[in-house]
T-cell receptor
C-alpha cells in the first residue's frame, strides 16, 4: 500500500511569488486535507477536499487555494507569498471524514520564503 | 474557541525511565482525542486515540485515558527507549465534521542511553 507522498520536499521562494505544492493520497483514500506547521508549532488546518470540492476551511486567507483531481491527488496553491508563509506544509489523506477516519500524513514540503 | 494545551518541552529522560506528557483541552462539545508522533524529517504518525470519556488508547507501550472531568488526555509510557525520541502532539477532532484536527504545540522528547 503506497502512502501519502508530497512534492517537492523543499522549496525556496521570494516574497510576492506564487507556489504550488502537490500531494498524492494513499490508495483508497478520497479525502485530502492540508495543514501548515510553523517552526516549533503544531500543525494548523488549512482546508479539506472531498470528491474534488473544498468542504472545510480553517482561518487562512483566500490566497491559499487548492484543487483535488479525479484520482484524489491534490494541490495547494499560495499566491503573493509572505515571509510568514515559511513553514512545513503537510498533506493528509483518509477514507472519509471526521474522527472515525484516521488521517495518514505525508512527510511534508518545507517552504522557505525570503 | 477549541484548543489543546501541552506541557512545554523538551523532556529529557534516561532510557527505561517513566514518561508523562500532559495534555489538556478546551472544547465546546465532545471531541475525539489523539496523540500523534513526529520523528525527525518525517510527517505525523497516529500513535493512539480515544473517542469517548474513560476510553483508554494504547499502542507500542504508550497509553492515554480520556478524562472528561479534568479535560485531559495525558500520555504515559512505563519505560522509554532511545527510539522514542521525537515530538509528540496531542490533538482533538469533532465527530461528524470534516478532518479539522486541532493540535497542541507539541512536546519534544529526548531519551538518552
Amino acid at each position: 500500500e503506497t502512502g501519502v507522498t508530497q512534492s517537492p520536499t523543499h522549496l525556496i521562494k521570494t516574497r510576492g511569488q506564487q507556489v504550488t505544492l502537490r500531494c498524492s493520497s494513499q490508495s483508497g483514500h478520497n479525502t485530502v486535507s492540508w495543514y501548515q506547521q510553523a517552526l516549533g508549532q503544531g500543525p494548523q488546518f488549512i482546508f479539506q477536499y472531498y470528491r474534488e470540492e473544498e468542504n472545510g476551511r480553517g482561518n487562512f486567507p483566500p490566497r491559499f487555494s487548492g484543487l483535488q483531481f479525479p484520482n484524489y491527488s491534490s494541490e495547494l496553491n499560495v499566491n503573493a507569498l509572505e515571509l510568514d508563509d515559511s513553514a512545513l506544509y503537510l498533506c493528509a489523506s483518509s477514507r472519509g471524514q471526521g474522527a472515525d477516519s484516521p488521517l495518514h500524513f505525508g512527510n511534508g514540503t518545507r517552504l522557505t520564503v525570503t | 474557541g477549541d484548543s489543546v494545551t501541552q506541557m512545554e518541552g523538551p523532556v529529557t529522560l534516561s532510557e527505561e525511565a517513566f514518561l508523562t506528557i500532559n495534555c489538556t483541552y478546551t472544547a465546546t462539545g465532545y471531541p475525539s482525542l489523539f496523540w500523534y508522533v513526529q520523528y525527525p524529517g518525517e510527517g505525523l504518525q497516529l500513535l493512539l486515540k480515544a473517542t469517548k470519556a474513560d476510553d483508554k488508547g494504547s499502542n507500542k507501550g504508550f497509553e492515554a485515558t480520556y478524562r472528561k472531568e479534568t479535560t485531559s488526555f495525558h500520555l504515559e509510557k512505563g519505560s522509554v527507549q532511545v527510539s522514542d525520541s521525537a515530538v509528540y502532539f496531542c490533538a482533538l477532532i469533532f465527530s461528524g465534521g470534516y478532518n479539522k484536527l486541532i493540535f497542541g504545540a507539541g512536546t519534544r522528547l529526548a531519551v538518552h542511553p
